[in-house]
């Protein structure tokens, strides 16, 4: 895996930049910058981009099943109206502490988000992966941890990755027909040195991809936890990757500018940005959210 063709394609110096969605409906690209409180639209057929204001920290879109989209904010799930950026309320965990947000999330086969919770001081073991089916939100059981990411499910539907971005590890449970999980068992830890993994995605074949916050891009694992490939890119945070295109071979990387002083930007005037590269394998179709 070395020639990717990596380039930038919305250069919108986010500085949070997350949550990046294929909506295969719209042949369109949808990411959030956490920290701006800013939700972006990109239509790579033309170029465009649309940004809309959130109320508050906003940490994920995803596609619903009747042609909406679902928004995951601070004070909990949305529904999510581009046309006037009106937000409706559906739900919220409840007993999540009040310095908590919602960070990071995805969809099963069945439709159900799973999503992930975090200390938005990103000092205390407060955030929790929950699980959203039909209008109620349901703790996973998964341990706390103090900044959760990933949610990601296999092609399988029946494969949960976890990540425990602080304690470098990601995690694999199995998810049962009625939504709970097995036991989780560790599947990579991230050695020291390299980044913190951040969000992931699992590709057409099964393997893993995780973006590495502090490492300059994007890991590829094998089901058995083998690193098989990297791909570098030009900002050291990397938030997370999704697959896009009509043939969901484009994989696109949103980046982050949070926590890096004028010489870090200096020598990354790119980071914030969203970037797109040619991964050499396709993704798997986004599951619309079911209402």
């Known amino acids: 895996m070395t020639d990717h063709n990596v380039r ?3 250069p919108v110096q986010a500085v949070l930049g997350e949550g990046p969605v294929w909506v295969a409906r719209e042949q369109a690209l949808w990411f959030v910058d ?13 170029g465009d981009t ?18 909406g989209m679902i928004a995951g904010l601070r004070t909990g799930l949305h529904r999510f109206h581009p046309a006037d950026g009106s937000f409706t309320f559906l739900a919220r965990p409840e007993g999540d502490p009040a310095g908590n947000r919602l960070n990071d999330a995805a969809t099963d086969g069945a439709g159900r988000i799973w999503f992930g919770t975090m200390d938005d001081a990103e000092t205390d073991r407060s955030g929790r992966v929950y699980r959203h089916a039909t209008g109620v939100v349901t703790d996973s059981g998964l341990a706390p941890v103090c900044i959760t990411n990933g949610p990601a499910i296999a092609g ?32 990579v830890t991230i050695e020291e040195g390299t980044g913190h993994p951040d969000g992931s995605v699992v590709d057409a074949e099964g393997c893993l991809w ?19 490939g990297t791909v570098r890119l030009p900002a050291s945070n990397i938030t997370k990757i999704a697959f896009g295109g009509a043939d969901l071979r484009t994989a696109y990387a949103t980046s982050a500018r949070k926590g890096l002083d004028e010489a870090a930007l200096a020598d990354q005037p790119e980071a914030g940005n969203v970037f797109a590269f040619d991964p050499g ?9 079911a209402l």
């Open 281 to 289: 394998v396709a993704g798997v179709p986004v599951t619309p959210v």
């Open 34 to 46: 956490i920290k701006s409180r800013h939700i972006h639209r990109y239509d790579p057929a033309t």
């Open 210 to 228: 995780v973006a590495l916050w502090g490492g300059w891009g994007v890991r590829r694992y094998d089901p058995s936890g083998r690193l098989i």
């Open 50 to 67: 649309q940004r809309w204001d959130a109320p508050d920290q906003v940490g994920w879109m995803l596609p619903s099943a009747d042609g």
């Open 156 to 187: 399988d539907g029946v494969t949960l990755y976890h990540t425990d971005t602080i304690g470098k590890t990601i995690w694999r449970a199995t998810i049962d027909a009625d939504g709970t999980l097995g036991e989780a068992v560790p599947f």
């Open 8 to 10: 930038t394609v919305v």
